[in-house]
């Protein structure tokens, strides 16, 4: 942890904008710095690692658990094709979405919450590709992108669900 991010954690603790600053997440006693809020943190690592490697089945390459990568989307190491880079970038944003909106109940990172966002941005980019007339293999991969979350949405869902 560098001093910059030391003395902000402190001062917002010294200044009672916090109650203690120390991860109120996890069980580690970790003091809550920003890298620590999102990437760190135990439960957010492990859901990076789950969108991670969902995303990581669905373009065929895998995508490392790296916060370069990841939190800055720098894939200059990546060698990824068109397809493969917009789709990983439409699966990297619901998560740090998520990520984001995890100080406000509910608290939890839940993968149907974040299946459902990755499908809306899909269905968003497909919208966009279909009014601004694009390339008929554009429209496809949003389409066949969409097919796909869908298929993964099944797996996520309570079993009452598939009943009703």
Sequence with gaps: MTFLQKSRTLRRYITK???NPYCTFCQTEQTGTFLHMLWECEE???????TTSIISDMIGCPIPLDPVVLL????SGLNLTEKQRK?????SI?????????WLPPLSLIMRRWLS?????????LSTARVNKAKRKTVELWRATA??????????????????
């Design 17 to 19: 904008a916090i109650s």
């Design 44 to 50: 957010v690592h492990a859901f990076w690692h789950k």
């Design 72 to 75: 800055l989307n720098d894939d």
């Design 87 to 91: 789709i990983w970038l439409a699966g």
């Design 94 to 102: 619901p998560t740090k979405k998520m990520i984001a909106q995890r």
């Design 117 to 125: 966002y990755f499908l809306d941005i899909v269905m968003l980019e």
């Design 147 to 164: 097919a796909q979350i869908s298929d993964i949405c099944i797996f996520f869902l309570p079993l009452f669900f598939l009943f009703l």
